[in-house]
């Protein structure tokens, strides 16, 4: 099975930065659409951002999701076979458990999730 593994999750004040990690394994990272989600208890799941295969150094073009356009940004690390995610600005309301996602051929994989909390 596909192992994704995110990190970086954590509590911040508003307005605070965090940035979250999702290892993928070498042929995922290389072959399948990148993303991170987030989902609220008893809320659906929800696109935060997503990135295309692509090579060194950009990778392929991105997706935001309109609440999170101009504060986060999704890129790819090519040394380590990373997606990552930077968030500025947070706001509470960024709030949730955040899931990195590969996606491609209509195969679907998912991480375990991290939590980012932001509160005064």
């Known amino acids: 099975q596909v192992q994704l593994v995110e990190s970086g999750g954590g509590l911040v004040q508003p307005g605070g930065s965090l940035r979250l990690s999702c290892a993928a394994p070498?042929?995922?990272?290389?072959?399948?659409?990148m993303g991170w989600y987030r989902q609220i208890p008893g809320k659906q799941r929800e696109l935060v951002a997503t990135?295309?295969?692509?090579?060194?150094?950009?990778?392929?073009?991105?997706v935001y999701a309109d609440s999170v356009k101009g504060r986060f940004t999704i890129s790819r690390d090519f040394a380590k076979n990373t997606v990552d995610l930077q968030m500025n600005s947070l706001k509470p309301t960024d709030t949730a458990l955040y899931f990195c996602?590969?996606?491609?051929?209509?195969?679907?994989?998912w991480g375990q999730g991290t939590q980012v909390t932001v509160s005064p």
């Open positions: 996602n590969a996606n491609a051929q209509g195969k679907n994989y």
């Open positions: 070498p042929i995922i990272f290389t072959a399948y659409t």
């Open positions: 990135i295309e295969r692509g090579g060194a150094p950009r990778g392929g073009s991105t």
